[in-house]
């Protein structure tokens, strides 16, 4: 059986193979493409898009082969979608089925719709849906914020709503990929609400995803942890809702004044230098006014990017996850967390209840509502026989749902079951 993924980035095999520093980004892809690329009755190709590229390059892993493509822009809508680069990778390949992982990039409607023309099977594996997160973009985010520009917004034209209508055209396109594809993987209530909503004639398959190595290999505990100490593991841009925790955390600091919060990922609030400054985006801009006004400067701190080992030691050293985005799926920071056991509070939102149930494996609560993160998080401070019932009860689930040999062998019955009644390829096409 041969099969080609499409995804967004370079996984680290073949990011070496092009002398480039592995993105500590898509963990959930490496496990998997390693397991299913070990089946002996399955070939895997995997292709990417690249900006640095002017046309297609191959490498070839240990098992594996991987073809870097052109990325291409949103503008290019209509060139894309007949894009050589696709076809030479599709002659190459001849996959039985593709396996789209994504939905936000132009290359995915284009894989699509030269598919369909050429005979291929296609499936799209839910991520995000960008034309649902564009909804949720700006929430609780005062206007003038929204509208504000910085200097690097201003020559970028890129403010925060502009970021929104940006997912909004980027929608348009996944609601196209998603309405020309028979099949589709999710794995949350949500998502399956999304595409019935967008496409009620698609087959929805359920498969949960793997986590990368290092999460299963270790357990937190409290005895071990740096006490009073959240982490959080993204707080970039709005919807991951880092202004929400950063107004609980005076409420909290009135009870526990050794309060300290973690963000992984760059400190979008520093100023060294001007041209630090001059990169801010505006709501790096909020976050750092925010911080500013509420006090809380020696509270804050910025782990800057983390590879997999440093970030699942810095689970292991913090005495709570949060998880406070305005939407998500099935964040995968949220099953690393609680398959360490680390004690978590999350939003409910999108398909989070999914994953935790309140007051078993975790807490839930209001995204809108910060005084609510802080009750939660103030109860895992204060209440050791809660972490514990918590940590044994997500940790528990979080090994079930994201069981390597349960969910490669239930990716490899979905491919069984799409090309049950395989589509004839038109050979002429390729020619």
Same mark, same amino acid.
């Given at each position: 059986? +041969?099969?080609?993924?499409?995804?967004?980035?370079?996984?680290?095999?073949?990011?070496?193979?092009?002398?480039? /520093?592995?993105?500590?980004?898509?963990?959930?892809?490496?496990?998997?493409? $390693?397991?299913?690329?070990?089946?002996?009755?399955?070939?895997?190709?995997?292709?990417?898009?690249?900006?640095? %590229?002017?046309? &297609?390059?191959?490498?070839?892993?240990?098992?594996? /082969?991987?073809?870097?493509?052109?990325?291409?822009? %949103?503008?290019?809508?209509?060139?894309? $979608?007949?894009?050589?680069?696709?076809? /030479?990778?599709?002659?190459?390949?001849?996959?039985?089925?593709?396996?789209?992982?994504?939905?936000?990039?132009?290359?995915?409607?284009?894989?699509? =719709? @030269?598919?369909?023309?050429?005979?291929?099977?296609?499936?799209?594996?839910?991520?995000?849906?960008?034309?649902?997160?564009? *909804?949720?973009?700006?929430?609780?985010?005062?206007?003038?914020? #929204?509208?504000?520009?910085? !200097?690097?917004?201003?020559? *970028?034209?890129?403010?925060?709503? #502009?970021?929104?209508?940006?997912?909004?055209?980027?929608?348009?396109?996944?609601?196209?990929?998603? #309405?020309?594809?028979?099949?589709?993987?999710?794995?949350?209530?949500?998502? *399956?609400?999304?595409?019935?909503?967008?496409?009620? =004639?698609?087959?929805?398959?359920?498969?949960?995803?793997?986590?990368?190595?290092?999460?299963?290999?270790?357990?937190?505990?409290?005895?071990?942890?740096?006490?009073?100490? &959240?982490?959080?593991?993204?707080?970039?841009?709005?919807?991951?809702?880092?202004?929400?925790?950063?107004?609980?955390?005076?409420?909290? !600091?009135?009870?526990?004044?050794? /309060? $300290?919060?973690?963000?992984?990922?760059?400190?979008?609030?520093?100023?060294?230098?001007?041209?630090?400054?001059?990169?801010?985006?505006?709501?790096?801009?909020?976050?750092?006014?925010?911080?500013?006004? !509420? $006090?809380?400067?020696?509270?804050?701190?910025?782990?800057?990017?983390?590879?997999?080992?440093?970030?699942?030691?810095?689970?292991?050293?913090? =005495? @709570?996850?949060?998880?406070?985005?305005?939407?998500?799926?099935?964040?995968?920071?949220?099953?690393?967390?609680?398959?360490?056991?680390?004690?978590? @509070?999350?939003?409910?939102?999108?398909?989070?209840?999914?994953?935790?149930?309140?007051? #078993?494996?975790?807490?839930?609560? +209001?995204?809108?509502?910060?005084?609510?993160?802080?009750?939660?998080?103030?109860?895992?401070?204060?209440?050791?026989?809660?972490?514990?019932?918590?940590?044994?009860?997500?940790?528990?689930?979080?090994?079930?749902?994201?069981?390597?040999? *349960?969910?490669?062998?239930?990716?490899?019955?979905?491919?069984?079951? &799409?090309?049950?009644?395989?589509?004839?390829?038109?050979?002429? @096409?390729?020619?």
């Amino acid at each position: 059986m +041969q099969i080609l993924w499409l995804i967004n980035l370079a996984l680290p095999e073949v990011s070496k193979l092009m002398n480039k /520093t592995p993105s500590p980004f898509g963990g959930w892809l490496i496990d998997t493409s $390693k397991k299913l690329s070990e089946n002996e009755k399955i070939k895997l190709s995997i292709a990417f898009a690249e900006t640095d %590229l002017n046309d &297609i390059k191959e490498f070839n892993g240990d098992e594996i /082969t991987f073809y870097a493509f052109p990325h291409v822009r %949103l503008k290019d809508k209509d060139l894309i $979608k007949s894009n050589r680069y696709l076809k /030479t990778i599709l002659k190459k390949v001849q996959p039985d089925l593709v396996h789209i992982y994504g939905t936000e990039y132009v290359h995915s409607l284009a894989m699509v =719709n @030269v598919c369909k023309e050429l005979g291929i099977n296609t499936v799209i594996n839910i991520q995000g849906l960008v034309s649902i997160i564009a *909804k949720h973009y700006t929430a609780n985010l005062p206007i003038n914020i #929204q509208r504000r520009f910085t !200097l690097r917004d201003f020559l *970028k034209q890129n403010n925060i709503l #502009q970021q929104r209508q940006e997912l909004e055209r980027k929608g348009k396109l996944e609601i196209e990929a998603i #309405q020309n594809t028979q099949h589709v993987i999710g794995r949350t209530t949500w998502d *399956k609400a999304c595409v019935w909503h967008i496409n009620p =004639n698609a087959n929805y398959y359920s498969c949960n995803e793997n986590l990368r190595e290092a999460f299963y290999l270790n357990e937190w505990s409290l005895e071990h942890c740096e006490r009073y100490s &959240i982490f959080l593991s993204q707080g970039s841009y709005p919807i991951k809702g880092l202004h929400y925790v950063l107004e609980s955390l005076p409420l909290l !600091l009135e009870k526990y004044p050794a /309060t $300290k919060l973690y963000i992984a990922g760059p400190d979008i609030t520093s100023s060294k230098n001007l041209k630090e400054e001059f990169k801010k985006t505006s709501y790096a801009k909020y976050i750092t006014e925010l911080i500013k006004k !509420l $006090k809380i400067e020696n509270n804050v701190f910025f782990t800057g990017l983390l590879n997999e080992q440093q970030i699942c030691e810095r689970y292991l050293n913090s =005495n @709570v996850f949060v998880c406070p985005s305005s939407i998500e799926n099935s964040p995968n920071s949220l099953g690393e967390a609680m398959i360490l056991g680390l004690p978590c @509070v999350a939003s409910n939102v999108g398909g989070v209840s999914d994953m935790l149930t309140h007051n #078993q494996e975790g807490f839930l609560y +209001q995204a809108d509502a910060p005084y609510m993160l802080a009750y939660f998080i103030s109860k895992i401070f204060e209440d050791e026989e809660i972490v514990k019932r918590m940590t044994e009860n997500s940790r528990k689930r979080a090994l079930d749902t994201h069981n390597r040999e *349960k969910n490669i062998e239930r990716l490899i019955s979905i491919y069984h079951e &799409i090309l049950g009644v395989k589509q004839e390829v038109n050979e002429e @096409v390729f020619i």
